[in-house]
């Protein structure tokens, strides 16, 4: 994954970081931070896919 687009990925991930633990919180699920880099990665990753599934479908048009 490119770099660039990879921090630009963790920056809004991590914009939303504090929205996340509070929706877990609630429902008592408790995830310090080492425990959500797995689900960040991911989230990361989904993030990725959208993103060349978009630019993918940029080009057809």
Same mark, same amino acid.
């Given at each position: 994954?490119?770099? &660039?687009?990879?921090?630009?990925? @963790?920056?809004?991930?991590? !914009? *939303?970081?504090? $929205?996340?633990?509070?929706?877990?919180? &609630?429902?008592?699920? %408790?995830?310090?931070? *080492?425990?959500?880099?797995?689900?960040? $990665?991911?989230?990361?990753?989904?993030?990725? %896919?959208?993103?060349? @599934?978009?630019? &993918?479908?940029? !080009?057809? $048009?």
């Amino acid at each position: 994954m490119d770099q &660039e687009l990879n921090m630009r990925f @963790m920056s809004i991930a991590m !914009k *939303h970081v504090q $929205e996340g633990r509070a929706f877990l919180d &609630e429902k008592g699920i %408790e995830l310090d931070m *080492h425990d959500l880099q797995p689900a960040l $990665e991911m989230l990361m990753s989904v993030m990725n %896919e959208a993103y060349n @599934m978009g630019y &993918e479908d940029a !080009k057809k $048009e």
